[in-house]
């Protein structure tokens, strides 16, 4: 590690928490003409957003954003009880807002829009029409650490958007689809964010740092790879393992693991997020199915309230990107 970066660098998911950006919480929901993601949403999340197509969910549904809201400074007092310096995105301009037509906008979930490997800070590639543009309000935070810590700093290259939903080249690269495990990094795919052409063009990119590259194609339902799998610590991990086509990773198969379903995986129980070797966050939801079983081996549970944000397809990883993730 480069001395002059000491305040970004992402080891694993699971080394102890320092720095993170934690989502704001903007959404306004497509129109029903324009909606593409309908196909991972549950019944539930469905339910809520069936007055709010083509509207800002502050204007439809004002008491969902104020429980949204906060859900976010819950999490926050949470964050810093546990010495996590926390960096918020600034939110949309009225001209952004603007620009997103019957696209929608969003400003929700910070995991997707970058992601920190080592020292390389990578800015994604979103598939759907309303993220396209989700890393403007935190790209500002991006240069600053960039500058002032001497670290990589890129793009994924300008995707071709040209042709129907499952038929667009991209590259697409999400951060909920790239889970770090040191040297060894994981990349889900499953036809709804990253594809194979983003993972060829990150593989070849993080080669040259020693880092390789496993492609992990996931069940149709499912979004990202963290919304079928969590590294909890080293060697357990919580999983849906119907989500994985191809089975467990290799490197993966050894670790003790708690297995869900995939109704459960859809409803965000896996998309928990580590502060440390530890510790555990997850939904009250969740702590019958997953969080009494994380107790009996040795983990702390803390407990959020999240259901809007879940709601809405992302939970406590998807509104975080860490900054600084390491041992030491």
Excluded at 135 to 142: C, G, K, N, T, V
């Amino acid at each position: 590690m480069n001395k002059k970066n000491e305040q970004v660098f992402v080891e694993s998911e699971f080394a102890p928490l320092k720095r993170v950006v934690l989502a704001q919480s903007q959404f306004s929901v497509p129109t029903k003409e324009n909606m593409q993601s309908e196909q991972f949403l549950t019944e539930d999340s469905l339910e809520v957003l069936k007055d709010a197509y083509g509207k800002d969910i502050a204007d439809a549904l004002p008491e969902v954003q104020k429980k949204w809201e906060n859900e976010k400074e819950n999490f926050e007092k949470l964050l810093k009880k546990y010495e996590v310096e926390v960096i918020r995105p600034r939110l949309l301009t009225e001209n952004e807002k603007k620009d997103g037509k019957g696209e929608g906008y969003s400003n929700f979930f910070a995991r997707d829009p970058f992601f920190v490997i080592g020292q390389m800070i990578i800015e994604g590639s979103m598939k759907f029409g309303h993220r396209k543009k989700e890393i403007m309000p935190i790209r500002h935070i991006l240069e600053h650490e960039a500058e002032q810590n001497e670290c990589l700093y890129l793009s994924v290259p300008q995707a071709d958007r040209l042709g129907e939903f499952y038929d667009m080249k991209g590259p697409f690269l999400e951060g909920g689809d790239v889970l770090v495990l040191n040297k060894e990094i994981f990349v889900g795919t499953s036809g709804l964010a990253s594809n194979h052409e983003g993972i060829v063009w990150l593989r070849n990119f993080v080669s040259n740092f020693g880092y390789t590259v496993t492609e992990v194609p996931l069940h149709p339902k499912i979004l990202h790879l963290d919304c079928a799998l969590s590294l909890v610590k080293d060697g357990l991990m919580i999983i849906c393992e119907e989500a994985f086509l191809e089975g467990i990773p290799e490197s993966l198969k050894e670790w003790d693991k708690i297995s869900v379903s995939l109704e459960d995986a859809q409803k965000l129980i896996t998309n928990g997020l580590p502060l440390n070797e530890e510790v555990y966050v997850t939904d009250m939801e969740f702590q019958s199915i997953i969080g009494e079983q994380l107790t009996k081996k040795g983990i702390m549970v803390e407990y959020i309230d999240y259901s809007v944000s879940r709601s809405f397809g992302g939970s406590f990883r998807c509104t975080t990107q860490p900054l600084l993730r390491m041992n030491g």
